[in-house]
């Protein structure tokens, strides 16, 4: 693109920035669009830039109501990998790891994907049994498994607690070398600029406060900004899902919980890889700026309020010194929490509603940073299509009325935590 040449950055440099041409338009909402996607997160936003791009839709809205990235794209630990073994998880999260894999070249815009692979240990012999079937399933679908013996990983990890007092000995891990991290806000700015240079408006500080429904059918949304006419509408509203489906008197089995994050000072380069404790729910990257990226479990009660309660702040640190004692000589910079859809069994919707034109995406839990690209690319194909495409076939609210759930609770960040 010739505004991004190195010409073109030179020029702007030189003029103050006067001349930088705008990542993305800043548009009033219109009357009316062919298709409103409501949330303007990773997934709303790649949702937007596929239906453009894979669909032909032209007359596409992404409402948001506050900035871009100030949800949960914005506050994730940025881990990517397609470890599930699940069927129904394992082709859809493998999908979204091939899109990852050609995701800055399709928008171009550097997203930083890092494929410094991801551990995930074993502390008994039951675990290394679990990690070995997740590996077979992993293979036998063409996805990258190694089972590593605990000589093996104490000889790349050195730095964990290889002890005779350790808390948890470590028995062996799951290892996936595509797995890795990528920079979550680059995500989000990526998707929203390549979905506005295909004439989608982003229209932020819009908050959707009602949805329109005739005859069983939706035919707009009711926002802060006025009302939008809409031929169709989908939710992608990640930590506000039960609130906004209820909007259209729809019951959801989610409970929004709080997870934390945490942030170190910023050390040398010593972790060069994703590591996630098996003995509880704790993992842990390096940035690129050098803090250490510490992930724990959720806080156990129900809120939207952003901001975690101090109890996980010490399971999770206790966790990371049980792991690896030397972090003890470590501060932390900062923490921070956000809202996660839990479903009851852990996996997410991709689906239509029984609200004709309306559709869902969410119920991602722990896990919906690394599944953003297939994420989108689904809900738009359900979306134009009003069909789901094969690999979120299995995302919808009726199989808990169907008992054909698709129980992988324990695939937070560490699969064999739970
Ligand atoms: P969001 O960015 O939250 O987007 C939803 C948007 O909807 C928000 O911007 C919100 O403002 C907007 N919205 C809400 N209500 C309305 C309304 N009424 N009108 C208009 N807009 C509205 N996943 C991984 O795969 N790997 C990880 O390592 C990982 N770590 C995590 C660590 C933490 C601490 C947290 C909090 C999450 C983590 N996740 C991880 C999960 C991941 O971040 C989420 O599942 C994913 O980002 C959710 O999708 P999203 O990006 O669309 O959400």
Not at 68 to 88: A, E, H, K
Not at 166 to 173: C, V
Not at 275 to 293: E, M, N, P, R, T
């Amino acid at each position: 693109m010739r505004e991004y040449s190195a010409l073109a950055i030179l020029a702007n440099a030189l003029s103050g920035g006067g001349r930088w041409r705008r990542a993305w338009r800043d548009p009033a909402p219109k009357e009316a669009y062919d298709v409103v996607v409501v949330g303007g997160g990773g997934h709303g936003l790649a949702t937007a830039y596929y239906l453009a791009r894979e669909h032909g839709i032209r007359r596409i809205a992404v409402l948001e109501k506050g900035w871009l990235g100030g949800g949960n794209i914005g506050r994730n630990t940025t881990i990517v990998r397609s470890n599930y073994m699940m069927p129904g998880n394992t082709l859809f999260y493998e999908r979204s790891m091939k899109l990852w894999e050609e995701l800055s070249r399709e928008l171009n815009f550097n997203v930083m994907f890092s494929q410094r692979g991801q551990y995930n240990l074993c502390h008994s012999p039951a675990q290394m049994d679990a990690a070995r079937r997740r590996g077979n399933v992993m293979r036998a679908h063409g996805i990258d498994a190694e089972l590593l013996p605990r000589e093996e990983v104490r000889r790349r990890l050195p730095y964990l607690d290889w002890s005779d007092s350790a808390r948890f000995p470590i028995h062996g891990a799951l290892f996936q070398g595509r797995a890795g991290t990528a920079r979550h806000d680059a995500v989000a700015w990526g998707y929203a600029r390549a979905a506005d240079r295909r004439g989608v408006d982003i229209v932020r500080n819009c908050e959707v406060t009602g949805l329109e429904i005739e005859g069983g059918r939706v035919t707009g949304v009711r926002t802060t900004r006025g009302p939008i006419r809409a031929g169709k509408v989908g939710l992608a509203v990640a930590g506000r899902t039960s609130v906004v489906a209820a909007m259209a008197g729809l019951r959801l089995p989610i409970e929004t919980h709080l997870l934390q994050a945490f942030v170190t000072e910023p050390i040398k380069p010593l972790i060069d890889t994703v590591i996630a404790y098996g003995a509880a729910h704790f993992y842990v990257s390096q940035s690129d700026k050098g803090g250490l990226v510490l992930g724990g479990d959720l806080d156990g009660y129900n809120s939207y309020a952003q901001r975690g309660g101090l109890p996980m702040v010490e399971h999770t640190l206790r966790s990371a010194l049980a792991l690896m004692p030397s972090l003890s000589r470590l501060r932390i910079l900062r923490h921070w929490a956000g809202a996660m859809d839990m479903t009851m069994d852990g996996s997410p919707f991709i689906c239509r509603t029984p609200i004709r034109g309306l559709y869902l995406n969410g119920g991602w839990c722990y896990g919906g940073f690394k599944a953003t690209p297939a994420s989108g690319w689904c809900f738009a194909w359900t979306i134009a299509k009003d069909e789901p495409h094969p690999d979120n076939a299995a995302f919808t609210i009726e199989r808990f009325a169907e008992a054909r759930q698709i129980d992988e609770k324990g695939m937070g960040p560490t699969p064999n935590a739970h």
